[in-house]
């Protein structure tokens, strides 16, 4: 309940932090700090945000990982705020969605992400042709810009990679918890959700060696080096 508290929304420029301002504003939090990144640059309805009673905007630059913060600082001489994050995935139990696919709880390899080159989908589905295990690979997701990289993608990959598209929901929380390992082998970004996410399902985990990746799972992973390439992940 926001009322009386002080509350920051670290992202205004967001559609989604402008309306958490009004909201949490209308619900009678003292205070609402709302946070822009790069404030000398305009947008759209900043007058708006502005006129909200109580609503104080700041200068923010913040990430969710200390090597991001550590990365800013080499290149631009000042440190960020970093502010880390954790996640909640309930088991839904059931094996719906298993059984939709035509996989066994506890028999495959599961990747969760944009199929986008930097995500390196394309890594896992060559170490997966490479290792040619007896558990398929279940590569869930996909992007509506990235035609020609997943035509590749599926293109490479052998009979028993599955690419069911999006999966959201009990689905998603479920194939998490019923995999036999997931792999998050991208390369960009601070702290990936799917990676927290399934550290908090316990699923057994392997991540790249992106610095941030290693700050999250610690020892609670296995990880490979992306120099190496599929092999080093096969």
């Given at each position: 309940?926001?009322?009386?508290?002080?509350?920051?929304?670290?992202?205004?420029?967001?559609?989604?932090?402008?309306?958490?301002?009004?909201?949490?504003?209308?619900?009678?939090?003292?205070?609402?700090?709302?946070?822009?990144?790069d404030?000398?640059?305009?947008?759209p309805n900043?007058?708006?945000?502005?006129?909200?009673?109580?609503?104080?905007?700041?200068?923010?630059?913040?990430?969710?990982?200390?090597?991001?913060?550590d990365?800013?600082?080499?290149?631009?001489?000042?440190?960020?705020?970093?502010?880390?994050?954790?996640?909640?995935?309930?088991?839904p139990?059931g094996?719906?969605?298993?059984?939709r696919?035509?996989v066994?709880?506890?028999?495959?390899?599961l990747?969760?992400?944009?199929?986008?080159?930097?995500?390196?989908?394309?890594?896992?589905?060559?170490?997966?042709?490479?290792?040619?295990?007896?558990?398929?690979?279940?590569?869930?997701?996909?992007?509506?810009?990235?035609?020609?990289?997943?035509?590749?993608?599926?293109?490479?990959?052998?009979?028993?990679?599955?690419?069911?598209?999006?999966?959201?929901?009990?689905?998603?929380?479920?194939?998490?918890?019923?995999?036999?390992?997931?792999?998050?082998?991208?390369?960009?970004?601070?702290?990936?959700?799917?990676?927290i996410?399934?550290?908090?399902?316990?699923?057994?985990?392997?991540?790249?060696?992106?610095?941030?990746?290693?700050?999250?799972?610690?020892?609670?992973?296995?990880?490979?080096?992306?120099a190496?390439g599929?092999?080093?992940?096969?």
């Open positions: 309940d926001p009322k009386f508290r002080r509350v920051l929304i670290t992202d205004g420029r967001s559609a989604a932090g402008r309306a958490m301002a009004h909201a949490v504003a209308k619900a009678g939090a003292a205070i609402v700090f709302v946070g822009i990144a404030a000398w640059k305009p947008f900043r007058a708006a945000l502005a006129g909200i009673k109580g609503l104080e905007i700041q200068p923010l630059d913040v990430t969710d990982s200390d090597s991001v913060a990365l800013y600082e080499q290149r631009f001489g000042r440190r960020i705020l970093s502010i880390p994050y954790g996640a909640d995935l309930p088991d139990g094996t719906a969605e298993c059984e696919l035509g066994e709880p506890g028999r495959f390899i990747f969760v992400g944009r199929l986008v080159p930097e995500n390196n989908a394309h890594l896992l589905v060559r170490a997966h042709r490479i290792l040619a295990p007896d558990w398929p690979l279940v590569v869930v997701g996909d992007a509506p810009y990235a035609d020609e990289y997943i035509a590749e993608l599926k293109a490479e990959a052998s009979p028993a990679v599955i690419f069911p598209g999006y999966v959201f929901g009990d689905g998603y929380a479920e194939l998490v918890h019923r995999c036999g390992v997931m792999c998050a082998p991208t390369e960009v970004g601070g702290t990936h959700p799917v990676i996410e399934a550290m908090a399902a316990g699923a057994p985990l392997i991540v790249s060696d992106h610095a941030p990746n290693i700050e999250v799972v610690g020892d609670c992973a296995a990880t490979f080096a992306l190496g599929a092999e080093s992940l096969a």
